[in-house]
């Protein structure tokens, strides 16, 4: 089965709350690999790669996100898969 990326821009209260350790474990739950850092500018961004399927529940996820987080958008991207092994979080952008 192919492989899907989806580059992601969460944004609303999601700096401080758990967000990104929130996402890593979420995504390797789903088999997923990638990547998810924090933005200067408050927001989160993400790129997930996998099956269409797990993509997609990822994607759902990330509208709620963790309890302390108050997510107001999604931004969903077709991206490509840039090799990047497992998932892991990156340093602020």
Known sequence: MAAVAAHLVITGRVQGVG??????????????????????NGDVEALAIGAAAQVDAFVQACHTGPGMARVTGVRREPAS???TPG???RATL
Do not use: P, Q
């Open 81 to 83: 898969d840039d090799g």
């Open 19 to 40: 967000y990104r350790l929130w996402a890593k474990r979420e995504a390797r739950r789903l088999g997923l690999r990638g990547w998810v850092r924090n933005l200067s």
């Open 87 to 89: 998932f892991e979080e």
